[in-house]
């Protein structure tokens, strides 16, 4: 079964930093490309990066381009996303989803050549002083 577990979320003060872990139980992490989604309250689902299988090649929207960082440590079987100068805007649930092909700006602007059965849980991350 193909779906992914995200953890690492929690309450975080304005400017400060969180590291959140996307890992897989049932199969190997490291055949697919992994994007990182995000949904806020009364909002739709967005997307905020993407990585390839192989972790060299990456993508970011403009939103969090220069404060997050994805990287994937394919021998523990994880994508993880760094997220540091954390805004207010940045509160949202983060789901992980693994990407039908390689890791393109489009998958994550338009939220297509997502493998739908992946869908993690989420984790929460609250921004706030």
């Known amino acids: 079964h193909l779906q992914l577990v995200e953890s690492g979320g929690g309450l975080v003060q304005p400017g400060g930093s969180l590291t959140l872990s996307c890992s897989a139980s049932e199969f190997t992490l490291n055949d697919y490309a992994i994007g990182w989604f995000r949904q806020a309250p009364g909002k739709e689902r967005e997307g905020v990066s993407c990585i390839s299988n192989s972790g060299d090649s990456t993508n970011y929207v403009d939103s969090v381009k220069g404060r997050f960082t994805i990287s994937r440590d394919n021998a523990k079987n994880t994508v993880y996303l760094q997220m540091s100068s954390l805004k207010p805007e940045d509160t949202a649930i983060y789901y992980c989803?693994?990407?039908?092909?390689?890791?393109?700006?489009?998958?994550?602007?338009?939220?297509?050549?997502?493998?739908?059965?992946?869908w993690g849980q989420g984790t929460q991350v609250t921004v706030s002083s």
């Open positions: 989803v693994a990407l039908k092909l390689t890791c393109h700006r489009t998958n994550i602007l338009y939220s297509v050549g997502l493998i739908a059965d992946s």
